[in-house]
């Protein structure tokens, strides 16, 4: 991620209503180049219409934009053969082969009809799918069908890729290639993801930044780290200790008030406890070695974006 260039993404009080309802509401976000800008929210917050919006599909009621450079507004036609797009639920032409589909956008996306073939196998093996590559789509699995849409949005190396649950319906080994793919695609610096997702261990994973809608404004935004620092009260901890031990712990725990959402996970002597702030951990450890119980571990663990997540929902709901 690079912010010595200039941004690929820049939004100022940008704007969309449909009749009384305000789908995105006056958004302000920059996105820099080599970016994995995770976009979280529930369905309806306004995810997929700003994706329209800064794509040129749909128009801003108020403020602007400039992605790529480009005013999406006037320019949409010429962003998006810049940009690739995979929408949630992607439409297939299931009367077709998955390598006529390529062959058909790789004309739409002016792809140099001398690199359209070797463009079309190379993704049909990466995406696991050059033994059915001649085989109709409507013959193909959800995840399938999921692995072509995202080939799709690439074959034409896109400067922006806006990704929209792009693991959806994916097995375990197709979510690693994908999560892969992102992260190669920012690292030249060249190439810049915005991936809505509802998937926070994903976002935690891939995103140098998250940014959460809510009702069309965003309510946060920063990296993981930053965002669980301010939004998330208390440090969670893990300790492990002796097998036999385990129930000792427990009282021991219950008898040191700072520690509360005290848990056993599972059958292993792992335990689980929240303190309110770091400077109570010597405490903590004080307390487990005067009780005389064998600590073999204790590690604080950072918050997640999920427990982000569920703070401001919160605070929210506390008005």
């Avoid at 390598?99 to 359209?116: F, T």
């Avoid at 849409?149 to 990704?163: N, Q, S, V, Y």
């Avoid at 891939?206 to 993981?224: N, S, W």
């Amino acid at each position: 991620m690079s912010k010595t260039t200039a941004p690929v993404i820049v939004t100022e009080g940008l704007t969309r209503r449909f009749g009384e309802l305000t789908a995105v509401d006056s958004l302000n976000l920059t996105v820099y180049p080599g970016e994995v800008l995770g976009f979280l929210g529930h369905n309806g917050a306004g995810k997929t219409t700003t994706v329209r919006l800064l794509n040129g599909v749909l128009t801003p009621s108020a403020g602007q934009a400039r992605v790529l450079g480009l005013d999406p507004a006037t320019a949409g036609a010429m962003l998006r053969r810049r940009t690739g797009v995979l929408t949630e639920t992607p439409s297939l032409d299931e009367r077709l082969t998955a390598r006529e589909q390529l062959q058909i956008y790789a004309d739409l996306y002016d792809v140099p009809p001398q690199l359209v073939r070797t463009r079309v196998d190379e993704l049909l093996e990466i995406f696991q799918l050059a033994e059915r590559g001649d085989d109709r789509v409507s013959t193909y699995s959800r995840g399938m069908k999921q692995r072509l849409a995202l080939a799709r949005a690439l074959l034409h190396r896109p400067e922006l890729l806006f990704l929209d649950e792009p693991t959806s319906g994916l097995d375990p080994v197709s979510v690693r290639q994908v999560h892969t793919l992102i992260r190669e695609q920012s690292r030249s610096g060249n190439h810049t993801v915005f991936l809505c997702t509802h998937n926070l261990e994903e976002a935690q994973r891939l995103c140098h930044r998250v940014a959460v809608l809510e009702r069309g404004r965003i309510v946060a935004l920063g990296t993981p780290a930053e965002l669980g620092r301010n939004l998330w009260k208390g440090v969670r901890i893990e300790m492990e200790t002796a097998p036999e031990a385990v129930a000792s712990a427990c009282m021991a725990l219950q008898q040191f008030s700072p520690a509360r959402d005290v848990t056993q996970p599972n059958e292993r002597p792992i335990l689980r406890l929240t303190l309110s702030d770091r400077e109570e951990i010597p405490q903590l450890v004080a307390h487990l070695t005067a009780a005389k119980i064998p600590l073999y571990r204790l590690m604080p663990q950072e918050p997640t974006l999920e427990d982000v997540y569920f703070a401001l929902h919160e605070r929210k709901e506390k008005g």
